[in-house]
């Protein structure tokens, strides 16, 4: 809308849940904005047809020239209504594959021909992370050709000058100087690792009494996980602060030495490039799009996945040096920060669009 004076408009289900909401930020910045209530991250296949129906209504209304699509759920009926409707251009983002090798292999092979009959509805798939195609490509959802990869960008200025909110960020949450701060940031869910961050929390504080763990982030599993800090006897050193708005977050990572992302599946959490543009080093597992922007020894570490020794040994080693955690953040703050501007993203995305319009 801002930078090419674009005619935007916004197809969205209804927030639920406690992970927090964007819809109210989209309004507030002037972003049109179309609720389709039954549009929701389950399957229900009434739901899910009455959906189907309100988003092509509303496509019909609009007429656009582009329909980009995100998410399993929303990229599905999105993409089978824009193409009903013969809309000029259909691009789809994956941000993380909605498949993975935690679901069974019935469920697992169900969502690959949904997401195969999805991608012969559409004429591009962006990827936020090289791994995400290569996943794709492996299940021959689409050919590598139909792919291209954009990173998911952001307003990187408050991340670089977030050093300037440690001292007021620390002291709200209760941090004394000599505290070694290992941050988590990640929506309270299955797979999100929080309890293998709980059992290296366990390992690090022993050998690093100085630690001390912030977990950002609210969901479906609040409960579980303030019993397993208990459990752990980890109450004095692990904090939760819930929900963060994101304009927030610029705080939470000047609060921070460390960031540990455990998550077992993701596309590419833009933590990471979070972390690394405000210049903390993120140990991690080495999942999905991780690897492109943790880079081993040069702006983080990384640990095979549910390897909880191993995850508690790379936070011990940069708990107790300060000059590694310097050097590793620097190197991402330095690599990264131009990577992920949203003019950046924003500009390679329309784009795309323009190739395919002149195409068609």
């Known amino acids: 809308m801002r930078r090419y004076g674009d005619e935007v408009l916004l197809v969205t289900g209804p927030a639920l849940g406690p992970e927090g ?99 012969r509805r559409c004429h591009a798939l962006i990827s936020v992370a090289d791994a995400m195609t290569a996943l794709l490509v492996r299940a021959r959802v689409a050919p590598a050709e139909k792919f291209t990869t954009i990173y998911s960008g952001m307003e990187v200025e408050p991340f670089l000058e977030s050093d300037r909110l440690r001292p007021a960020a620390r002291a709200a949450l209760g941090y004394q100087p000599e505290h070694v701060v290992v941050g988590k940031i990640a929506r309270l869910f299955h797979l999100k690792g929080h309890e293998d961050v709980i059992q290296a929390a366990r390992i690090v504080v022993a050998q690093v009494p100085c630690v001390r763990f912030l977990l950002v982030g609210d969901g479906l599993l609040a409960e579980r996980i303030e019993r397993k800090i208990r459990q752990a006897g980890l109450t004095e050193f692990v904090q939760r602060v819930g929900l963060v708005p994101p304009d927030r977050m610029p705080e939470i990572m000047a609060a921070v030495d460390i960031v540990v992302h455990a998550s077992l599946r993701e596309g590419l959490a833009r933590v990471l490039p979070q972390a690394l543009i405000a210049g903390k080093p993120v140990v991690s597992y080495d999942i999905d799009g991780a690897r492109e922007v943790v880079l081993p020894e040069v702006t983080g570490l990384l640990v095979p996945p549910r390897d909880r020794q191993g995850l508690a040994d790379a936070l011990v080693r940069l708990a107790k040096d300060p000059r590694l955690r310097e050097r590793l953040g620097n190197e991402g703050r330095r690599r990264f920060a131009d990577a992920f501007r949203h003019e950046r993203m924003t500009d390679a995305i329309r784009c795309l669009y323009e190739k395919i319009l002149a195409r068609r």
């Not at 109210?24 to 179309?34: I, N, Q, S, T, W």
């Not at 509303?58 to 929303?74: E, M, Q, W, Y």
Request: aromatic residues 10%; contains cysteine; hydrophobic residues 45%.
């Open 21 to 119: 909401s964007l819809l109210e930020r989209a309004r507030a910045g002037g972003v049109p904005v179309k609720v389709i209530p039954h549009l929701r991250r389950a399957i229900h296949p009434w739901y899910d047809l009455q959906s189907y129906w309100r988003i092509k209504a509303v496509l019909r209304r609009f007429r656009p020239d582009v329909v980009h699509t995100h998410s399993a759920k929303g990229g599905i009926l999105g993409r089978a209504a824009a193409w009903a409707l013969k809309v000029p251009a259909i691009v789809h983002t994956v941000h993380g594959a909605p498949f993975h090798p935690y679901q069974g292999r019935a469920g697992q092979g169900f969502v690959i021909l949904c997401e195969r009959w999805a991608a």
